[in-house]
């Protein structure tokens, strides 16, 4: 097959008329060729978009280029649904179908819950539409999806579980509307085939078309499009950095391993078509990449979380072995200015471009010469001039002479030894001084601190200010430093309102969210606030699509356990990416652990004590090696014991507790609802798994809050 010499990819949407600003959540074309995205257009409308793709395939078209264009909504429906809406099983039958029907006006307004609640009724039972912004309108299409059987059509397609994208071409309404982007996108894209002659991939053979339109999935790079987030700032348009990442990728792809990604579609897809680049997400990931070659950090598995055949309880040393064996670093890389290098993880090992001092120097104010002394007094000649730091002498210091030198300066020619200027009498011509003086005394030797391309930070380092200072000091301007890692923080329940909010009966204020955002900050990763999910698995799978898009890692308080309302754990078992730790320590002994779209995410109790513990103990230190900076142990100090305690055996037990006159001291309370005792404390003592009988004096392991930071 030969290349495409042009990548087109679209970011469609089925909102409204944007503002003339280039925004978020509208359309975003982005262009490629040879390798390089040359440009991303921001279209205001569907008909502003459709006018400006069929001007540039006419373009191309004239000027003989190949053009593979990739489109981000569903090109087909689950298997049947085509036949039980047209009586065929043609996909462009639906195309057409829906192209007669859809009415779009300029200003975004559209009539597609009218369509998609012709096509329910289609159906003897509810759905499979689902999701609308009013709950009373439109009664063929159910609000919610519960309640939906999915019985003669499946909910996904075999493509949407492939690629692991959540979403479904049936969800009209509520975060990811997916299946009203497929609505106001279908009619677009059977205009332009018949228009342009375009080949559809998979639905037919494209090997000769000089136009071809594919589907394809933004999520496939996810990791790519963070770490250019990440670098990129707040004020970047994430669909126009997917557009550029996504069109740079499929350009930069050999024109043999894009064949073999065409020819990946199975049988199945020539009804409900498939996602390009499914199963290849690693090396899609790695050309999308802003630098070819540069580092970027593989994905976890789903399964990285899950526990040895056998394993119930877990003692804590066993599940940090777990957690430290099987993750690893998750953000990308960049260039900065020592300037904003401060706290950042360094990606690579950095070595000293010059060495330390480069020079021979004076370490003293004094006079320099040639040779040792032998002991009696000394007259030495001056020679004129001086070597100050930054101004070296011109010239050669004669034997049997000396020399004015100043702290830092280089060594003049032939000046090996300084003297200090306490130890000298001179009359500005002369100086005379008593010996013995040892050859070399008061001086420095070149790359005495450092030479030259030796290693003076290693790769995992946190940035320090005395780091910027050997860094520049080896002539280094800048660091390369893993992209900051997004930690995303998530409530979940009804009972939770926000502090200030009126609170009703039976309901308590956030307290994890506010806790775990600053602790977040003051561990040293950026904190993103991901708000609270009701008890409602819809509203909480929006959320957790919503964070995987934004987050390197997401935490969680509440739902973690296996009740009726307990929808986080329920969620990522149906992702098939759940584990649920039942760890050997008190608080805390639930622990869910998962992935949710490629994203690592700590479902921790609902109780603050018990959400705390989990976080610093064990979320602490997997975080720090996801974020580039290795596994770090707390720093903890053996201190007697101001207080009496028998434990039984079998957990590992966390007391809040503080020092004070030498001794730890522990919170008078052991209730983990006792949230006045986190704030009272500065720190835990660490109990072992064993029983133990503690009494005043006895040594305690004390573990302060500050050694959990980076």
Known sequence: MSRFETILAVDWS?????????????????????????????????????????????????AGRRVLAAFDFPFGYPRGFARRITGSDDPFALWQWLEERIEDAEDGSNNRFEVASAMNRQFADAGPFWGKPEEKAWPDIPYRKTGIAYEDVAERRSADLAAKAASSCFQLFFNPTVGSQTLMGLPVL???RLRHNAAVWP???????????????????????????????????????????????LSRLPAEELAAMLAAAPEGAREEAWILGTGYEDRLNALASDEQGGLTPPP???????????????????????????????????TVPLANALGRVLAEEAAAKRSNPPLPNTAVDGYGFAGGRAEGPHVLPLVQGRAAAGVPFDGTVPAGSAIRVLTGAAL????????????VNTDGNRIAFNGPLKQGANTRKA???????????????????????LA????????????????????????????????????????NRPMLLALIRQLGFVPVDLGKAADDREALRAHLDGAAAQTDVILTSGGASAGDEDHMSALLREAGAMQEWRIALKPGRPLALGMWQGTPVFGLPGNPVAALVCTLIFARPAMGLMAGAGWQEPQAFDVPAGFEKRKKPGRREYLRARVRDGRAEVFKSEGSGRISGLSWAEGLVELGDGAAEIKPGDPVRF????????
Do not use: H
């Open 703 to 710: 573990i302060p809050y500050g050694s959990f930071a980076m």
């Open 14 to 62: 089925a909102a409204k008329r944007r503002s003339q600003r280039p925004s978020k959540d509208a359309i975003w074309l982005g262009v490629a060729r040879s390798g390089t995205s040359e440009q991303q257009i921001y279209c205001r409308s569907r008909q502003e978009a459709e006018t400006r793709i069929s001007s540039f395939l006419e373009q191309e078209e004239a």
């Open 203 to 249: 639905f037919e053979k494209v090997e000769d078309a000089q136009i071809v339109f594919a589907e394809i999935w933004p999520g496939l790079i996810e990791p790519a499009v963070k770490s250019a987030m990440a670098a990129a700032g707040p004020e970047e348009i994430r669909d126009r950095v997917q557009m550029r990442l996504l069109s740079q990728a």
């Open 300 to 334: 976890l598995s789903n399964d990285c979380f899950a526990l040895p055949a056998g394993v119930d309880w877990t003692p804590v040393d066993d599940a940090l072995a777990l957690l430290r064996d099987r993750l690893g670093p998750v953000t990308g890389a960049e």
């Open 190 to 192: 059977q205009r332009l």
């Open 472 to 511: 520049s000091a080896t002539g280094l301007a800048e660091l390369t430093v893993r992209l900051p890692l997004r930690v995303g923080v998530l409530s979940t329940g009804d009972e939770l309102v926000e502090a200030g909010e009126p609170a009703g009966k039976g309901q308590i204020f956030d307290a």
């Open 412 to 423: 003049p020619e032939g000046v090996d030894t300084v003297i200090l200027e306490e130890d």
């Open 447 to 469: 790359g005495e601190d450092v030479c030259a391309d030796e290693v003076i930070l290693p790769a995992g380092r946190v940035i320090t200010p005395a780091d910027l200072a």
